[in-house]
């Protein structure tokens, strides 16, 4: 069998992955036998028209000119005359994606976690100097290079929905491989910016996306995961500030949770102004450097992993920070560290035997540890107009229509499933809360009338004279659907 040949230069040694960008084949330079690592796009996603290639080809030779170990060398691009789909052929690594580590580890050791991410941010510098905005950052597009000796670089990979925005360093007009409107990326990672289908999308929405990384390598899954409808998972990325890291991940240090607050901001202007800007910040907590080497990717110890089931077991899991960030050993506690930990089993012994309310009990830990940031839902209440007059349901519990519509109460946020009922018919629909109201404002069940009905009206109609026709009938109300385009969910 005659193996495949991209564009003439590449030989097809085997396919190393597929995803929804295209397909990643590891192949061979048939002029220098140099093994490369070839992606091939599908030409689908690319936008229609002339311009296409062009634009294509800009983004690539802007990418090319990076210059940093910690982004994916890209060697080459063109077009495979096969198919007319393009391709870039990149430097072929060895070692595993973040995705691939956190669900082969589960949550990391804070200071790994941090020189992870600071080795991110140290390419993103370079990207974003040079005019480019990668909008896809997550933890299947970081990987893990390992070399002979085991040390680890972080590379980010895959520029392939990236943006130039920067013409004078870009080498070209300011080019954008999306359409006007649409939701590019992955929704999980997405800045509300993004979500929202902003085109003038700049580097702190790369930020926020690096800041969900680093939340995911902490606690093993990201904000709002429990979210699974794209939609909500939109109005939540948008309206809902992500929870507290230390709620999931308890031995992580209050200076590491503010950080990682700064880099979720909703408001672009209040996160980190620069990915350089971000850099330093992390470097202030990593007085040990950012270097990696295999040796440091281990699972959290036994007693970090028992210390959390033991919180997660109580009402208030911010109790035991102190004494479970000891056992990470990133760093040995100060003498105030010291004191926050004695204070805190004393009054995790006290709830648990209600000897002491949990008021008392906040206002004690504040006294010795820097606030943590505020983590208590907004809850809002909204009408939501239901027609016609039916019976209705909310999340499973009957409720009264009063005036036309129901009330409906929860976090902003927070998806309800609404359902009505009439004459034997239902419909169903997810509502949210948002801070304007419900969205969508109104459900509305269509009642067919019964077959007798019909033909009782139209015998007692009058007929139509010539001059006259049948008054038309009104089309169907649409159903409701998501008005946001699908997308990957990953």
Not at 28 to 40: L, T
Not at 51 to 79: C, N, Q, W, Y
Request: hydrophobic share 45%; aromatic share 2%; glycine share 8%.
């Amino acid at each position: 069998m005659t193996s495949r040949i991209i564009d003439g230069k590449y030989e097809v040694v085997r396919c190393l992955g597929e995803g929804g960008m295209g397909v990643i084949f590891e192949a061979k330079d048939v002029q220098s036998s140099r093994r490369v690592a070839v992606k091939v796009i599908a030409a689908a996603l690319l936008a229609k028209g002339p311009e296409a290639a062009t634009r294509f080809k800009r983004e690539m030779k802007a990418t090319i000119a990076l210059d940093t170990p910690h982004i994916a060398r890209v060697l080459d691009s063109g077009m495979d005359p096969a198919g007319g789909d393009p391709y870039i052929a990149m430097e072929l690594l060895e070692g595993e994606d973040l995705k691939q580590l956190v669900e082969r580890l589960g949550p990391l050791q804070p200071e790994v976690a941090l020189r992870i991410v600071a080795q991110a941010c140290i390419g993103l510098t370079a990207a974003h100097d040079a005019g480019i905005i990668h909008r896809d950052i997550k933890s299947a597009n970081l990987f893990l290079a390992h070399d002979a000796s085991g040390e680890i670089t972080v590379k980010i990979l895959d520029f392939g929905i990236a943006k130039v925005v920067d013409s004078s360093r870009a080498g070209g007009q300011n080019t954008d491989l999306t359409h006007t409107g649409s939701m590019l990326g992955s929704p999980r990672y997405m800045s509300p910016e993004q979500a929202r289908g902003q085109r003038d999308v700049g580097c702190q929405s790369d930020l926020w996306s690096l800041g969900v990384v680093l939340h995911e390598l902490l606690t093993g899954t990201t904000p709002h995961a429990e979210i699974e409808s794209v939609y909500a998972l939109v109005v939540a990325i948008g309206s809902v500030p992500p929870p507290a890291v230390r709620r999931r991940a308890p031995w992580v240090l209050p200076e590491h949770e503010a950080f990682i607050s700064r880099a979720l901001q909703i408001d672009p202007e209040e996160r980190f102004a620069s990915a350089s800007e971000m850099l330093r910040a992390i470097r202030a907590l990593l007085p040990g450097g950012s270097s990696l080497d295999c040796t440091m990717l281990v699972p959290l110890p036994d007693e970090t992993r028992r210390s959390l089931t033991q919180i997660n077991a109580t009402a208030d899991g911010s109790l035991a920070i102190g004494a479970s960030s000891r056992s990470v050993g990133a760093r040995r506690p100060s003498p105030k560290a010291v004191l926050f930990t004695a204070v805190a089993l004393a009054l995790a012994l006290l709830l648990v035997g209600g000897l002491l309310a949990r008021t008392g009990g906040a206002m004690k830990a504040s006294a010795t540890s820097p606030p943590a940031p505020a983590t208590t839902e907004r809850v809002q209440s909204v009408r939501l107009a239901v027609t016609p007059d039916a019976a209705v349901e909310i999340d499973g519990r009957a409720t009264p229509v009063e005036d036309g519509a129901v009330a409906l109460s929860g976090a902003i946020g927070s998806v309800h499933l609404v359902r009505l009922a009439k004459s034997g018919q239902q419909v169903t629909a997810e509502v949210v809360i948002t801070e304007r109201g419900a969205l969508p404002p109104s459900v509305k069940l269509e009642v067919a009338l019964p077959a007798s009905a019909t033909v009782a009206t139209a015998a007692s109609a009058p007929r139509p004279t010539a001059r006259q026709s049948p008054p038309a009938r009104p089309p169907p109300a649409p159903a409701l659907k998501d008005p946001r385009p699908a997308t990957d969910f990953e």
